[in-house]
């Protein structure tokens, strides 16, 4: 049975049914998963788990100031890694590229579907040191796109719930380290109408604030960014 079913799509190569297989499979659940946000069962962030790595249980998600899954109320302490303040950087480096999720299990079904099928037809008529890497490209790029543009969701969704003038006067902790002369990179943890937050955060001094540094949020440079400074400058 299974002969005739890879027979149909010209399958003739272990290489070809494997990757068949898998396409099938992820363009399968992502039916799936599209079908249930049409209808209303997800959401702009479902599905949008980490994929299994060295840095699952850091709780970066790359949204602005938006983190759910945080309980409400708790303070903030334990929440970066000891260690340095560079390897909070490094985790949001290998996952996130300037704030998008890029290793989650919506990516990773999103690159086996396209890059699998881009591989598949290819090798039929191609060799495969030409179809594996296209097929790669390929679907690296479609995790990237689909990263934005369910960002872009993420944000019209949280839009209508959060307002982020209210964190001005607030006081947090520095998550990721905050680069000096408002550079853009770093994160910071607060309340933020009873929720603990993590926000995309900068800073107008010329010294970087390290990771576990008390600041205070002094105003807005964008809607969704915040202006801090270290606390201990204030006194």
Request: hydrophobic residues 45%.
């Amino acid at each position: 049975m299974f002969e005739g079913f890879y027979s149909f799509f010209g399958a003739e190569s272990t290489f070809q049914v494997v990757v068949l297989t898998l396409s099938l499979t992820a363009t399968l659940i992502m039916l799936i998963q599209l079908v249930l946000l049409i209808i209303g069962m997800g959401h702009a962030d479902s599905f949008d788990a980490d994929a299994p790595s060295d840095t699952s249980g850091i709780g970066d998600d790359g949204t602005d100031c938006a983190h759910d899954g945080v309980h409400d109320g708790g303070d903030t302490d334990g929440l970066h890694t000891d260690g340095g303040d560079d390897i909070p950087s490094n985790h949001t480096f290998l996952r996130d590229l300037g704030g998008i999720k890029i290793f989650t299990l919506r990516n990773l079904f999103a690159f086996l579907s396209i890059g699998g099928w881009v591989m598949f037809f290819l090798s039929q008529s191609s060799e495969l040191w030409i179809a594996i890497p296209i097929g790669f490209l390929a679907g690296a790029a479609i995790a990237v796109i689909q990263s934005i543009l369910f960002k872009l969701m993420y944000r019209l969704e949280r839009s209508g719930t959060i307002s982020y003038k209210n964190a001005i006067g607030m006081e947090g902790e520095v998550y990721v380290p905050i680069q000096s002369d408002m550079k853009e990179g770093g994160k910071v943890m607060l309340m933020l109408q009873g929720r603990l937050m993590e926000c995309d955060a900068v800073s107008e001094h010329h010294e970087k604030i390290p990771t576990g540094a008390k600041v205070k949020v002094v105003r807005l440079a964008d809607v969704s960014t915040l202006v801090v400074e270290r606390i201990e400058d204030r006194e």
